[in-house]
DNA sequence: CGCTCAAAAATTGTCGACAATCATACTATC
DNA sequence: GATAGTATGATTGTCGACAATTTTTGAGCG
């Protein structure tokens, strides 16, 4: 999946308002806008110096994603979270990822295992580091294989909105303790088991997996 | 779940931008835009008699309902639809109804099973009317009631996406030949094992009623 | 006829200003 | 002192015009 350096990629953010929606995401990605901050409109045009045209499409967008909420007349809000949502988040993520592997067994060519064992190995080198941004990042991206490989690009669609939402919750996580949600032993288990022969001891570890990320990240908000 | 008459009701559609994302939407989902049309952003400001401003703020929300798709500086289309994107609908709500079901079985309140078949007989009478558009709605309405039960609010968003997809399809459907896609006998037998004691043959029970109401859509598409 | 290129038209992206609404502080009245 | 009402400021909603990009048109040439 990995594109080689010399390959050309197409430029991103052509529009000012696909500039404007990285730069606010990643102030709610990073901590710097908490849950339920309010944004107000002309501080933030001034700031980024562009009007309030593309600004306010663009945190439409965020709203969309599931980032921000909005109220008429009332303004944009980054979505507070709670321990319910965090509840209701884990328990969608396990449904989910469930499904993806269901699609994804079938599909796992030694290209693909390679690609987990690649992105694994990403995270696992980037933890040592200490590079908390990027090191969620790659939680994302080491999750994101068994939707990506499942090949259902629905499903993908849904995965990308809950990834927004584990990406606040794991930076809330970092902002208030150093360390992280999911422990290695488990990343690697997962890992193993995915390249094993049984689906049902991959499925039932996604249930505990799942459960030690909430109860970790539970601890640590409360 | 259904208001009594006298009871208030908060003003809706109190800004343009609402009033336009809900004609928009009504017309998409009646067919008269149908999947792939393009959206001309100056014609449809001549017809609504409102600026751009709100318009494209209402566009990009129907963007993230999933309705429409945009790409910049080519506009907004209706989203395309294609064997296969039918076919990842109906898995996806496969995998998402078995877990709102699971979510709801102990939560089978008389007042929750007096509500569904309250929805269940509505249904039925509607469908020998024959007004196709109102029942879709409770095609929709019946279906949701496993997800409002579950109270399961970041499901029930993910299902509220899913729906209009649903709405498009069935819209489509009825524009293409006259009739409906899932027979009575399956809505019948969907409800009374819904209020019956074995969840594993709830779940069983949504596969097969899937595959009805995909083969049922797919022959007449095809 | 088919292709390349350039000009024109159509369409989307962005801007600054004004109107409508909400939040706050203050006054008047009981 | 408490409460209703009012004025003020802050913020969001909407508008019309202009800039940037894409699409269409058509002339020129092999």
Request: charged share 25%; hydrophobic share 40%; glycine share 6%.
């Given at each position: 999946?990995?594109?080689?350096?010399?390959?050309?990629?197409?430029?991103?953010?052509?529009?000012?308002?696909?500039?404007?929606?990285?730069?606010?995401?990643?102030?709610v990605l990073g901590g710097?806008?908490g849950p339920?901050?309010?944004?107000?409109?002309?501080?933030?045009?001034?700031?980024?110096?562009?009007?309030?045209?593309?600004?306010?499409?663009?945190?439409?967008?965020?709203?969309?994603?599931g980032i921000?909420?909005?109220?008429?007349?009332?303004?944009?809000?980054v979505r507070p979270v709670s321990e319910r949502d965090l509840t209701e988040l884990y328990s969608m993520r396990?449904?989910?990822?469930?499904?993806?592997?269901?699609?994804?067994?079938?599909?796992?060519?030694?290209?693909?295992?390679?690609?987990?064992?690649?992105?694994?190995?990403?995270?696992?080198?980037?933890?040592?580091?200490?590079?908390q941004?990027?090191?969620i990042?790659?939680e994302i991206?080491?999750h994101?294989?068994?939707?990506?490989?499942?090949?259902?690009?629905?499903?993908?669609?849904?995965?990308?909105?809950l990834s927004y939402l584990v990406r606040i919750y794991m930076s809330l996580h970092h902002n208030l303790h150093?360390?992280h949600g999911v422990?290695?032993?488990?990343?690697?288990?997962?890992?193993?088991?995915?390249?094993?022969?049984?689906?049902?001891?991959?499925?039932?570890?996604?249930?505990?997996?799942m459960?030690?990320g909430f109860d970790s990240v539970v601890r640590a908000l409360a």
């Amino acid at each position: 999946m990995n594109k080689s350096p010399t390959e050309l990629t197409p430029v991103e953010d052509r529009t000012l308002r696909a500039q404007v929606r990285r730069q606010i995401l990643d102030r709610v990605l990073g901590g710097q806008f908490g849950p339920g901050a309010r944004l107000i409109e002309t501080t933030l045009c001034t700031q980024l110096q562009v009007s309030r045209a593309p600004l306010r499409e663009a945190l439409r967008e965020l709203v969309d994603q599931g980032i921000l909420v909005s109220e008429p007349y009332k303004g944009f809000r980054v979505r507070p979270v709670s321990e319910r949502d965090l509840t209701e988040l884990y328990s969608m993520r396990t449904a989910l990822e469930k499904f993806a592997f269901t699609l994804t067994w079938p599909r796992r060519t030694p290209e693909a295992l390679a690609d987990l064992s690649t992105r694994y190995e990403e995270l696992m080198s980037i933890r040592l580091s200490g590079d908390q941004a990027k090191a969620i990042e790659r939680e994302i991206a080491f999750h994101g294989w068994v939707y990506e490989t499942s090949a259902h690009r629905l499903l993908q669609e849904h995965w990308a909105r809950l990834s927004y939402l584990v990406r606040i919750y794991m930076s809330l996580h970092h902002n208030l303790h150093g360390a992280h949600g999911v422990f290695g032993e488990m990343t690697t288990r997962y890992r193993d088991l995915a390249e094993g022969e049984s689906l049902e001891a991959m499925l039932a570890h996604i249930d505990e997996h799942m459960v030690q990320g909430f109860d970790s990240v539970v601890r640590a908000l409360a």
